[in-house]
């Protein structure tokens, strides 16, 4: 969903918003199972467009690194201008070539065959190679990685020729072209001279991949500013579509929407905060898409604290007892679209059934209430953040379930840490939350896994879902849809959460830049697809 001019409803205004959807999902998105292309051939490039001259955009943070090894992939951007990934994710949420020119994935999901270019060099004049990728992807998978997690069933790289290898798995991953994309970090490629001493690929030292831009710290202020250069040896300049790039770091959104208007910035973060004075500005555009879904997570599955939380009526009362509509409204206004499922639209598991399986009605919660032994409800303790607007969902769902008898006892943190504890420290039954739709494979590693932290804090087991989980792990591509939404319906129907609504990614640009398509299923923009039209 766009809208290059959203009219906000006039009590929208009033309310605090909510405002987790950039930092919780700036890594979502689709990824296929599997595929394979066929482009033109290495060296072959099309006419591109007329190249601009300097292009600014913001972020709310600044680089925990510029490399793949430590970049957080929430800011994907510091890395992903000067690394070039073997495949790339691109608009539309296809895969494009990139460093590999070919790929084909292997029945079962367990392999990944890429023939790359031969033309492509790392910014240091080096050739890019089987074996130079091949020690990159080794490094990335290594516990001195940060990101290693991304290739944890990484059981072997076989190197076929100097523009081939084959990456093996130690069992099916649906979502392979995802490793070695720049969707896990680890599929942007860093030169073996960059490996050699991988501790001075700092914010305070040139970058060390192949992409279209160089890292240049002499124009940069770590914390502040970060620029990128063309790279002059990048195989094909015609997707170079700026001279320079800088990423200007402005955590406040005020501040980002201010640097905009007054032409500091040509792209910014946008949120619910700053939307209606976005909307009212004649020279800005506005992008945005529901994506992030944010309610309570049912932690207490097995009533372990609270007795009642174990059996499904009562979490399905909860569900039940909330007016979804009312709250979407009164929070987003016309951005807020309100939810039963954890799967947004355009992403694998959705299903518009599970969007709307628990209409408002605070008389079915009462009386399955009753029916779980409950009629007179029970206190819940539930812990919330003073952060992304979470606190203030929270405050809104209170008297709605204490309308059926359910009190809640709420704890409010007011920072990451605080607030991860009192999700796994078994004290709360019930934890707000907002999080980002992703494939459903990704949803369920993060949601259903025993070992999931912190969003299983009680660390519970069902088999049931777990068997779903197994399934969609080994679902042919003709497969994978079905099993999604089962395992997705499953997670809604045994009310495992209580998701209230989507907040969307929001991004304000200034007229005459283009690339900020955003959509479910690719919900974030990449830096590399901004540019001038034409």
Same mark, same amino acid.
């Given at each position: 969903?766009?809208?290059?001019?959203?009219?906000?409803?006039?009590?929208?205004?009033?309310?605090?918003?909510?405002?987790?959807?950039?930092? !919780?999902?700036?890594?979502?998105? %689709?990824?296929?199972?599997?595929?394979?292309?066929?482009?033109?051939?290495?060296?072959?490039?099309?006419?591109?467009?007329?190249?601009?001259? /300097? !292009?600014?955009?913001?972020?709310?943070?600044?680089?925990?690194?510029?490399?793949?090894? @430590?970049?957080?992939?929430?800011?994907?951007?510091?890395?992903?201008?000067?690394?070039?990934?073997l495949v790339y994710y691109g608009p539309g949420g296809k895969y494009e070539p990139a460093l590999a020119a070919e790929w084909e994935v292997e029945p079962g999901n367990t392999a990944i065959s890429l023939t790359l270019?031969?033309?492509?060099?790392?910014?240091?004049?080096?050739?890019?190679?089987? $074996?130079? %990728?091949?020690?990159?992807?080794?490094?990335?998978?290594?516990?001195?990685?940060?990101?290693?997690?991304?290739?944890?069933? !990484?059981?072997?790289i076989e190197v076929t020729g100097e523009h081939s290898l084959t990456l093996r798995l130690s069992q099916p991953y649906p979502l392979i072209m995802s490793l070695v994309s720049q969707q896990r970090a680890c599929g942007?490629? %860093?030169?073996? /001279?960059?490996?050699?001493?991988?501790?001075?690929?700092?914010?305070?030292?040139?970058?060390?991949?192949?992409?279209?831009?160089?890292?240049?710290?002499?124009?940069?202020?770590?914390?502040? &500013?970060?620029?990128?250069?063309?790279?002059?040896?990048?195989?094909d300049p015609s997707k170079q579509y700026f001279k320079s790039l800088v990423i200007k770091v402005i955590a406040e959104s005020q501040s980002s929407l201010n640097a905009l208007v007054t032409g500091q910035v040509d #792209?910014?973060?946008?949120?619910?905060?700053?939307?209606?004075?976005?909307?009212?500005?004649?020279?800005?555009?506005?992008?945005?898409?529901?994506?992030?879904?944010?309610?309570?997570?049912?932690?207490?599955?097995?009533?372990?604290? @609270?007795?009642?939380?174990?059996?499904?009526?009562?979490?399905?009362?909860?569900?039940?007892?909330?007016?979804?509509?009312?709250?979407?409204?009164?929070?987003?206004? *016309?951005?807020?679209?309100?939810?039963?499922?954890?799967?947004?639209?355009? +992403?694998?598991? +959705?299903?518009?059934?599970?969007?709307?399986?628990?209409?408002?009605?605070?008389?079915?919660?009462?009386?399955?209430?009753?029916?779980?032994?409950?009629?007179?409800?029970?206190?819940?303790?539930?812990?919330?953040?003073?952060?992304?607007?979470?606190?203030?969902?929270?405050?809104?769902?209170?008297?709605?379930?204490?309308?059926?008898?359910?009190?809640?006892? #709420? &704890?409010? &943190?007011?920072?990451?840490?605080?607030?991860? $504890?009192?999700?796994?420290?078994?004290?709360?039954?019930?934890?707000?939350?907002?999080?980002?739709?992703?494939?459903?494979?990704?949803?369920?590693?993060?949601?259903?896994?025993?070992?999931?932290?912190?969003? /299983?804090?009680?660390?519970?087991?069902?088999?049931?879902?777990?068997?779903?989980?197994?399934?969609?792990?080994?679902?042919?591509?003709? *497969?994978?849809?079905?099993?999604?939404?089962? !395992?997705?319906?499953?997670?809604?129907?045994?009310?495992?959460?209580?998701?209230?609504?989507?907040?969307?990614?929001?991004?304000?640009?200034?007229?005459?830049?283009?690339?900020?398509?955003?959509?479910?299923?690719?919900?974030?923009?990449?830096?590399?697809?901004?540019?001038?039209?034409?």
């Amino acid at each position: 969903m766009s809208s290059p001019r959203p009219r906000l409803k006039a009590a929208f205004a009033a309310v605090t918003a909510l405002g987790v959807a950039t930092a !919780l999902a700036a890594c979502g998105g %689709v990824d296929s199972g599997s595929g394979q292309s066929s482009p033109p051939a290495a060296g072959q490039t099309s006419h591109g467009p007329t190249q601009g001259d /300097k !292009l600014t955009l913001t972020v709310s943070a600044p680089a925990t690194g510029i490399n793949p090894m @430590t970049v957080n992939t929430a800011f994907v951007s510091y890395a992903l201008a000067a690394y070039e990934p073997l495949v790339y994710y691109g608009p539309g949420g296809k895969y494009e070539p990139a460093l590999a020119a070919e790929w084909e994935v292997e029945p079962g999901n367990t392999a990944i065959s890429l023939t790359l270019r031969d033309d492509a060099n790392f910014s240091d004049g080096t050739p890019v190679t089987a $074996e130079a %990728v091949k020690a990159s992807l080794e490094y990335c998978a290594s516990d001195q990685s940060r990101n290693a997690l991304a290739l944890a069933d !990484l059981e072997e790289i076989e190197v076929t020729g100097e523009h081939s290898l084959t990456l093996r798995l130690s069992q099916p991953y649906p979502l392979i072209m995802s490793l070695v994309s720049q969707q896990r970090a680890c599929g942007m490629i %860093v030169s073996p /001279k960059g490996l050699e001493d991988i501790e001075n690929l700092t914010v305070d030292q040139p970058s060390a991949g192949a992409g279209r831009y160089v890292y240049d710290p002499a124009q940069s202020i770590s914390g502040d &500013t970060y620029t990128y250069t063309a790279n002059p040896g990048y195989y094909d300049p015609s997707k170079q579509y700026f001279k320079s790039l800088v990423i200007k770091v402005i955590a406040e959104s005020q501040s980002s929407l201010n640097a905009l208007v007054t032409g500091q910035v040509d #792209v910014a973060n946008g949120d619910i905060s700053t939307a209606q004075q976005a909307a009212g500005e004649p020279d800005i555009e506005m992008v945005w898409v529901p994506v992030v879904w944010a309610g309570l997570n049912l932690i207490d599955r097995q009533g372990e604290l @609270t007795p009642a939380m174990g059996d499904v009526r009562v979490r399905q009362a909860i569900n039940y007892a909330i007016d979804r509509a009312a709250i979407a409204q009164a929070i987003l206004g *016309e951005f807020g679209v309100p939810t039963s499922s954890p799967s947004a639209e355009g +992403y694998d598991g +959705y299903t518009a059934e599970a969007l709307n399986y628990y209409a408002y009605d605070p008389d079915k919660a009462r009386q399955l209430l009753a029916e779980a032994g409950y009629p007179d409800g029970f206190e819940l303790p539930v812990a919330t953040v003073a952060w992304g607007g979470l606190d203030t969902l929270t405050t809104a769902i209170t008297p709605m379930l204490a309308a059926v008898g359910i009190q809640l006892q #709420v &704890t409010t &943190t007011t920072d990451e840490k605080a607030y991860v $504890e009192a999700a796994t420290d078994r004290r709360h039954s019930a934890v707000a939350v907002g999080y980002g739709s992703l494939p459903m494979f990704r949803m369920g590693t993060d949601l259903v896994l025993p070992e999931a932290r912190p969003f /299983k804090g009680f660390g519970t087991d069902d088999p049931a879902a777990l068997a779903l989980l197994a399934e969609l792990r080994v679902a042919t591509d003709d *497969e994978q849809l079905a099993k999604a939404q089962a !395992l997705n319906d499953y997670l809604v129907e045994n009310a495992w959460f209580a998701p209230v609504l989507f907040t969307p990614i929001m991004y304000y640009f200034r007229p005459g830049i283009t690339g900020l398509d955003v959509s479910g299923g690719r919900s974030t923009v990449s830096i590399l697809d901004l540019r001038l039209a034409d």
